[in-house]
């Protein structure tokens, strides 16, 4: 895992365009590092409370997967102030297999954007993520904010999240 040659990055895109531009900053961000992604947006996730009642609810194949990355980025666009309903709900859900699956140590970063200043207007989402961190035992890290009103085409990246790659990259080797 950690200590291993090969440091395996999850990424959980939490938006509903699972190529858009959370995807695409995600991409960017992790270019060149083992990862593997799970668009939420494929899978068949049912609410807290529902999956009861739900055919095919694939929530525990993906929980499953996600508990074995060494690092985990979570994205999310802004939706209303917060973040989209598909990460609410696979992050509700997790908080009722914390005993089945050992998330411990795996350290998380959080990446927010949307058409604002997002660390103005979605101030309730890092938060959240931290104490689900906490609560998993996770090694929350940081969260980077991404202005998409500014930072729109692949060539925007590099000038705005150049740091933020890098330190990725560097947590990556010092871990």
């Given at each position: 895992?950690?200590?291993?040659?090969?440091m395996?990055?999850?990424?959980?895109?939490?938006?509903?365009?699972?190529?858009?531009?959370?995807?695409?900053?995600?991409?960017?961000?992790?270019?060149?590092?083992?990862?593997?992604?799970?668009?939420l947006?494929?899978?068949?996730?049912?609410?807290?409370?529902?999956?009861?009642?739900?055919?095919?609810?694939?929530?525990?194949?993906?929980?499953?997967e996600?508990?074995?990355?060494?690092?985990?980025?979570?994205?999310?666009?802004?939706?209303?102030?917060?973040?989209?309903?598909?990460?609410?709900?696979?992050?509700?859900?997790?908080?009722?297999?914390a005993?089945?699956?050992?998330?411990?140590?795996?350290?998380?970063?959080?990446l927010?954007?949307?058409?604002?200043?997002?660390?103005?207007?979605?101030?309730?989402?890092?938060?959240?993520?931290?104490?689900?961190?906490?609560?998993?035992?996770?090694?929350?890290?940081?969260?980077?904010y991404?202005?998409?009103?500014?930072?729109?085409?692949?060539?925007?990246?590099?000038?705005a999240?150049?740091?933020?790659?890098?330190?990725?990259?560097?947590?990556?080797?010092?871990?």
């Amino acid at each position: 895992m950690l200590g291993d040659e090969f440091m395996q990055w999850g990424f959980i895109n939490g938006s509903p365009n699972a190529q858009g531009h959370t995807y695409q900053l995600a991409q960017y961000l992790l270019d060149g590092q083992s990862k593997v992604d799970w668009n939420l947006v494929n899978y068949q996730i049912a609410q807290l409370g529902q999956q009861r009642h739900a055919k095919t609810d694939e929530f525990m194949d993906v929980v499953s997967e996600v508990s074995h990355a060494d690092a985990l980025l979570i994205g999310t666009p802004i939706y209303w102030s917060d973040m989209t309903g598909l990460l609410k709900t696979f992050l509700d859900r997790c908080t009722m297999v914390a005993r089945q699956f050992d998330f411990t140590d795996i350290p998380v970063y959080l990446l927010v954007n949307g058409t604002q200043t997002p660390d103005q207007t979605a101030q309730g989402i890092a938060p959240a993520v931290s104490q689900l961190c906490e609560f998993l035992k996770m090694d929350y890290q940081d969260t980077i904010y991404v202005d998409t009103s500014k930072v729109v085409q692949p060539s925007d990246y590099t000038s705005a999240l150049h740091k933020q790659q890098e330190q990725l990259h560097t947590f990556v080797n010092v871990r």
